[in-house]
Structure formats: structure tokens, C-alpha cells
Nanobody, 117 residues
Framework: QAQLVESGGGLVQPGGSLRLSCAAS????????MNWYRQTPGKERELVAG????????NYAASVKGRFTISRDNAKNTVYLQMNSLKPEDTGVYYC??????????WGQGTQVTVSS
């Protein structure tokens, strides 16, 4: 069974930065598109950023464009989310998602990000 393990979450003040990592194992990482989602209480899980399997194309939610950067290192089986200029509304549990097809995808367990003074 494939495994995705997120790390890098924590408590940060508004305006600060965090870098999330998601390490993948037991899957052919270079074939998967990778995404970061976040979920806050009472809301549906929302797509924050995505990157294609070859790393050539990325997409972002409008709310994070210009502040967040998704990247990947296929040699390390890892995807990253650099988050700058964090706002309280960025608070949530961030999930890593690996997609090979609509029928084959995996989720990580999530990492908490809290933006508060």
C-alpha cells in the first residue's frame, strides 16, 4: 500500500512562512500528479495547489496564488509546499494527495498549520 507522510506544519505568526513536505513511498512517484489540499472545520476539503508528474505545470487556488509555491523532487519522492505571507485564513489541516487516475489516488494523514498571533 502506498504511503504519503506530510511534515512541516506548525504554529506561525501572520506574515510568516512554512514549508510543508510530503514523502511518498511504495508507489512510482514520478508517474503521479501531486496536490496539496487543506481542510478547515465546517468546510469541504479544498485544493490549494497541484503539480504535474513531470513538474512542468502547476496550478493554485486564487486565495494562495503569489504566496504559495508547489514543487517536487522526483529523485527524493517528495513534494513540497512553500507558504509565504501566511494569513489566519490559511489555518487548517493540509493533506498531500497523489493521483494516477480518477480511480487510483492516495492521501496522506495531514499536517496542522495554524496561523495566529
Amino acid at each position: 500500500q502506498a504511503q504519503l507522510v506530510e511534515s512541516g506544519g506548525g504554529l506561525v505568526q501572520p506574515g510568516g512562512s512554512l514549508r510543508l513536505s510530503c514523502a511518498a513511498s511504495r508507489l512510482t512517484f514520478r508517474l503521479y500528479d501531486m496536490n496539496w489540499y487543506r481542510q478547515t472545520p465546517g468546510k469541504e476539503r479544498e485544493l490549494v495547489a497541484g503539480i504535474t508528474s513531470d513538474g512542468r505545470r502547476t496550478n493554485y487556488a486564487a486565495s494562495v496564488k503569489g504566496r504559495f509555491t508547489i514543487s517536487r523532487d522526483n529523485a527524493k519522492n517528495t513534494v513540497y509546499l512553500q507558504m509565504n505571507s501566511l494569513k489566519p485564513e490559511d489555518t487548517g489541516v493540509y493533506y498531500c494527495n497523489a493521483v494516477l487516475s480518477p480511480e487510483l489516488y492516495y492521501w496522506g494523514q495531514g499536517t496542522q498549520v495554524t496561523v495566529s498571533s
